[in-house]
């Protein structure tokens, strides 16, 4: 299965293929033989970036569940004054190129705020990547009433971020809400009264991986 969002660069990738491949026709043989696996290399990669594999979210509402495949780079407290308003646990996903980049949604809840930032494009592992790449950030209130935001952070490949819900909506953990493009990091920070189960170095699997449990 393929993110639709990578439609657009599919399509981009193959007719340029298949114009050089045209083109070919009229060169000599032998530059054909150099060619021919270059552009199959590259019309592979493009699809194994755009994978979206099906996942079994864990039916427990009190869970919090990885948004992003990928590696924990950074947990550490920090203050967000932007949409919860208080201290919080900043718990970072680094997504290299080779991961899948469909992101999901980390908890079940009405998404109050989103907010859209322009940016630059640091390395998605630097702490300022947080504050000054392109990012999108989206606030949460669970049923149970708490409050947390996840941010969706472009990195030094990545040029563009995709999200395809709206403040007002109703999410569903596990569900899809988007893509970031050649790699990225996605931010979760959340409150107090969530005990977090990952440290630094694990792997995560968006819409599977349990980064913590609300008590």
Not at 69 to 91: A, F, H, N, R, S
Request: a negative charge; one cysteine or more.
């Amino acid at each position: 299965m393929l993110a639709k969002e990578g439609f657009p660069t599919i399509t981009v990738v193959f007719g340029f293929s298949l114009l050089v491949i045209f083109a070919l026709s009229y060169a000599p043989a032998w530059l054909g033989y150099i060619v021919y696996p270059i552009l199959a290399l590259l019309c592979g990669l493009v699809l194994y970036f755009f994978r979206d594999p099906d996942r079994v979210t864990p039916d427990d509402n009190s869970l919090i569940i990885s948004p992003a495949d990928g590696k924990i780079v950074l947990i550490q407290k920090v203050m967000e004054d932007e949409y919860v308003g208080k201290e919080l646990t900043q718990v970072s996903i680094f997504l290299s190129p080779l991961n899948v980049h469909v992101n999901r949604n980390p908890i079940s809840g009405k998404l109050e705020y989103l907010k859209y930032y322009p940016g630059k494009y640091l390395m998605a592992w630097e702490d300022h990547a947080s504050e000054m790449n392109e990012r999108a950030h989206f606030g949460v209130m669970h049923p149970s009433g708490m409050k947390m935001m996840f941010k969706q952070i472009t990195g030094f490949l990545a040029r563009r971020i995709v999200y395809n819900i709206e403040e007002g909506d109703q999410l569903k953990a596990g569900d899809r809400f988007g893509i970031m493009k050649f790699g990225s990091r996605m931010d979760l920070l959340l409150p107090e009264n969530v005990t977090i189960n990952v440290e630094i170095g694990d792997k995560t699997v968006a819409g599977e991986s349990i980064i913590g449990k609300i008590n």
